[in-house]
């Protein structure tokens, strides 16, 4: 039973029974988050595109705990210029198996750039098979149809941006819940910055309403179990 944790913003953290993932790790200058990256200790940090509210803290959180970071072919050699020698380049469409489970990359529309200006390639979302559970995390990304393929994997747990603005907002997440069908989703990626403010509780009643899935509306700090 993966244990699921949202630190703000974009920062997820994922512990299963041996290994603690952590995707997105924007600590520092996060005005949502709940705590700060020297008290958090990941085996893995996946990071889904170079923008500085993704990347983050990951630098030094991969220095100082000696964290493998998955990401694509160019955020992965960027990390190796910073000093940060332990990653796993991958690519979207490509699935590697790995000792906690099975990551792929997943397609999103968005941007990639890294913080001093280099080239990120594209930006991806990702699909983990870990404990015998399936979870998206669509990370930054407008609405795409293809979303019904990613869908066919069977969802139990759809972590969504619905801030608009960057990503999709509450019209086209729903949408996308439409085309996942999801069991269960986690709203994210809103309320850090007056720009991508939102209300998480009228999303949920609303795909409550249209949808077979459950929303899990948590406070920054918070965990569900799937
Ligand atoms: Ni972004
Ligand atoms: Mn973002």
Same mark, same amino acid.
């Given at each position: 039973m993966p244990k699921i944790t949202w630190f703000g913003h974009s920062v997820i953290q994922i512990e299963t029974g041996a290994t603690t993932l952590l995707i #997105?790790? +924007?600590?520092?200058? !996060? $005005?949502?988050?709940?705590?700060?990256?020297? #008290?958090l200790a990941p085996d893995v940090i996946l990071v889904s595109h170079g923008h500085g509210d993704h990347i983050g803290d990951t630098v030094e959180l991969a220095k100082r705990t000696g964290a493998t970071v998955i990401a694509n072919f160019e955020i992965a050699g960027w990390l190796g210029k910073q000093g940060v020698h332990k990653t796993h380049p991958m690519h979207i469409g490509g699935s590697s198996r790995q000792p906690w489970g099975r990551v792929k990359l997943t397609m999103a529309l968005h941007g990639s750039g890294l913080p001093d200006g280099s080239y990120g390639g594209n930006p991806c979302g990702f699909l983990l098979w870990l404990d015998g559970k399936t979870i998206y995390h669509a990370c930054d990304t407008g609405l795409f149809y293809d979303m019904k393929l990613i869908g066919e994997e069977g969802i139990d747990l759809a972590i969504l $941006?619905?801030? #608009? !603005? +960057?990503t999709m907002g509450p019209d086209d997440a729903l949408r996308a819940v439409k085309l996942l069908e999801p069991k269960r989703i986690l709203p994210i990626?809103? !309320?850090? +910055?007056d720009i991508i403010k939102q209300d998480p509780q009228s999303w949920q009643s609303r795909v409550q309403k249209e949808t077979n899935a459950r929303v899990s509306v948590l406070q920054p700090g918070q965990s569900l179990e799937i």
């Open positions: #997105d790790p +924007f600590l520092t200058g !996060n $005005p949502a988050a709940t705590v700060k990256a020297a #008290d $941006p619905i801030g #608009d !603005n +960057f990626h809103y !309320n850090t +910055f």
